[in-house]
């Protein structure tokens, strides 16, 4: 019987997985497994059974480490005992208080607790209240909960903060030592409107038949050196954490907003790459130095979209200028569209959003993110900088870290290959697919009604992108070779990258550990530490987005828990065995619509199809299917929103309308009970939505749903 170690990961369901590093299927541990551990420890395990799904399922022989940071949940108090509910579900057990440990909480408070006892087979938990977080609704608490939830570090270190505090103010004479003079140079910033932290600056001009295009990136690794307490604190973030009003940053403000943020009319330290772009896009030589740069203007997104699109309008008139330089950047960046293109580039639109606060943090509306032509303008820039790094570090056989993103495995070809033949795309995909496949397919699909679904498909047949030594290229952007260069005040892999670069110019390698031995174990020995240090900037970056998202999952309930009862039309995101996740078209929210809510029959999942199928009615819902719907349920604490149709037939859901007007086999109609016959015709209107809202508020309103779910014993379980 196998014995292995490792972290363990519960489920909301009770069961668990202690997940194995060295590849392989997780171990599956049944509930009665987990109750003497919590998520979070490392056990050693043992397999004693293959069960009947095939996952192989294990014993926990000993608790190896407990964990050591603080749970976060619900204060409640159950007839007389005190218990808190963590809100991270996976936890699987409530925490005893005994009365004295409850720090002058209240109940139904967010707190902190530390473990004073580890469950038991025969016992829960039991801890003490640490810190106070303050009541659900209070302004900002659902980030203070996520930072602790996730375990994202939030507060600098004393050693950090004090020599943060040493730096200087403004740049000194022996900081210009050795770099090139660019003062002169009109570089300007170009970003968001909210952005507070300025990292590259953009310069172009014409050369030749072609242009010369300088990117200047802040030079954090001037300030940030290996060993130092900036460093250390800098490494174990990894990455900063973007919430709703709030920034968890990787440096402290002074680099962050200051010393490192090239600000417009003040002298910054940064890197160069300085590229030659020929007409076709093509870049035809490149070179990395160190400058002093002084931005001469910080413009936004919008405002340089207004000044390509009216050269002649009220903000090209202001930036008169600049004018010029702008224009030939956006001649550049034509180029290297073009070149992206050849290159067979995946490039799917998928929409974003953005959550508007007002002042006390909660949701004001959800409005879709615009990408115009700047957006566009400093994504090929950056991506160009990119590329001439990693070809600089692959050339010189430097180990550093490479961004990854590798196509769709055997498996997930063949999976996307039967999902759209089973749409009626009678195709067939190489067996090495190139981005430009799926490129050529989504142009060749982008007028259909049933786009949202292919790209939903094309989306995850591709693996996600990590940090690592192994240069295995980038196949979403069809580069051999990727790096990050361009954001060293929010990534840690481009402040290392930066590094790289700096001692390669200099002569130099960087060496991780200081040694610089250049035998074959010595080179072995330094890819393992820079495998180790990608593993730890990836899973960084992930939680960093668990996080976000969990803020987000939060205000978005908390928006919707004011519009119990009311209706919206939406369209199907996702289907899974329990039911369908369908996107609220006029709010751009999301939530579960249960299969029981689906009708009164059996409903089998096809995930070829990625559809729901009525074994009775042969009702379908897939994803791209278009539903009117309506908020029922709303529970903040599991951070999910619940809908049932609004029809009370299920035959009043719609879907996209290829599939509403396809003929059925009996000629004009279907045959009777198929999805076609009972969904032709009833795509919902804008009009007959106004009507039917019209006439619900004609008739007498029930009492509105408590917005706030019980948690009473039985009904909190």
């Not at 300025?198 to 072609?210: Q, R």
């Not at 981005?435 to 498909?457: E, F, G, N």
Request: charged share 30%; with cysteine.
């Amino acid at each position: 019987m196998q014995e292995v170690c490792g972290p363990l990961q519960g489920h909301r369901d009770g069961h668990g997985f202690v997940l194995l590093q060295g590849g392989g299927p997780d171990l599956y541990l049944p509930p009665n497994e987990m109750r003497a551990a919590l998520h979070g420890d490392q056990v050693r395990a043992r397999v004693v059974r293959i069960d009947k799904r095939g996952r192989p399922e294990g014993r926990i022989l000993e608790i190896v480490e407990r964990r050591k940071r603080p749970l976060i949940g619900r204060l409640l108090l159950e007839q007389g005992v005190w218990l808190v509910a963590p809100e991270d579900k996976r936890m699987g057990q409530d925490i005893l208080i005994p009365k004295g440990a409850t720090a002058q909480a209240r109940p139904g408070q967010v707190v902190a607790v530390e473990l004073t006892e580890p469950p038991t087979l025969y016992a829960q938990p039991v801890g003490r209240i640490t810190e106070v977080l303050g009541d659900i609704d209070d302004p900002g608490l659902e980030i203070e909960i996520a930072v602790r939830k996730y375990e994202v570090p939030h507060v600098f270190s004393a050693e950090t903060l004090a020599q943060a505090a040493k730096l200087p103010e403004k740049l000194r004479a022996l900081d210009l030592k050795g770099r090139v003079d660019l003062r002169d140079v009109e570089l300007v910033t170009i970003d968001g409107e909210d952005a507070r932290d300025f990292d590259d600056a953009v310069y172009c001009e014409p050369s030749g038949e072609g242009w010369r295009l300088l990117v200047a990136i802040a030079d954090v690794s001037h300030y940030v050196r290996m060993g130092e307490a900036l460093d250390a604190d800098a490494f174990e973030r990894a990455t900063s954490v973007y919430f709703p009003r709030r920034v968890i940053p990787m440096l402290p403000e002074k680099l962050s907003n200051g010393l490192c943020s090239l600000n417009p009319d003040v002298e910054r330290l940064t890197l160069v790459c300085d590229m030659a772009v020929s007409s076709t896009g093509e870049t035809e030589a490149y070179q990395f130095y160190p400058a002093v740069i002084r931005s001469h203007a910080r413009l936004t997104y919008t405002e340089v979209a207004a000044m390509l699109a009216n050269t002649r309008g009220p903000e090209a008139q202001r930036r008169s200028a600049l004018l010029p330089h702008l224009l030939h950047l956006h001649g550049v960046y034509k180029a290297l569209l073009g070149a992206r293109g050849r290159r067979g580039a995946v490039d799917f639109d998928t929409p974003e959003t953005q959550i508007v606060c007002d002042e006390n943090g909660r949701i004001e509306r959800i409005v879709p993110r615009m990408r115009n032509e700047a957006h566009r303008l400093i994504e090929e820039a950056m991506l160009a900088a990119n590329v001439c790094a990693a070809e600089f570090i692959e050339q010189a056989e430097h180990p550093a870290l490479f961004r990854v993103h590798e196509g769709p495995t055997e498996e997930k070809r063949q999976t996307l290959l039967a999902a759209l033949r089973s749409l009626g795309l009678n195709i067939d995909l190489p067996e090495k697919l190139k981005p430009a496949d799926l490129q050529a397919l989504s142009q060749a699909t982008k007028d259909r009604p049933d786009t949202a679904q292919i790209h939903m498909l094309l989306l995850r047949s591709m693996q996600q992108a990590l940090y690592t030594p192994y240069n295995n290229g980038h196949f979403g952007l069809a580069y051999s070779a990727y790096t990050h260069f361009t954001s060293p005040i929010r990534r840690y892999p481009d402040l290392l990258v930066h590094r790289v670069i700096k001692a390669l110019l200099a002569g130099k390698r960087y060496s991780l550990g200081g040694a610089t031995g250049r035998g074959r174990q010595a080179q072995e020995q330094a890819l393992g530490a820079w495998e180790q240090i990608g593993l730890h900037c990836s899973g960084n970056e992930r939680r960093a987005d668990e996080a976000s998202r969990d803020v987000e999952a939060w205000l978005k309930c908390r928006y919707m828990r004011d519009r119990l009862g009311e209706d919206y039309l939406g369209h199907v995101t996702a289907v899974t065995p329990f039911g369908v996740f369908v996107q609220l078209e006029s709010l751009f929210v999301e939530g579960l619509l249960h299969v029981t809510e689906l009708g009164g029959e059996y409903f089998r999942l096809d995930e070829t199809r990625q559809e729901l199928r009525g074994e009775r009615t042969g009702i379908r819902y897939g994803i791209g299917a278009r539903l009117h719907v309506q908020v029922s349920r709303v529970d903040l604490d599991g951070r999910r929103i619940e809908f049932r149709l609004f029809q009370t037939a299920a035959a009043k859901a719609s879907v996209p309308a290829k599939a509403a007007s396809k003929p059925g086999p009996r000629g004009k109609g279907a045959q009777p009970g198929s999805a076609v016959e009972q969904l032709r015709g009833v795509e919902l209107e804008d009009r007959e939505l106004k009507q039917a809202r019209r006439e619900r508020a004609q008739r007498a309103k029930p009492a509105r749903a408590s917005s706030v779910p019980l948690r009473g014993k039985g009904a909190r379980r």
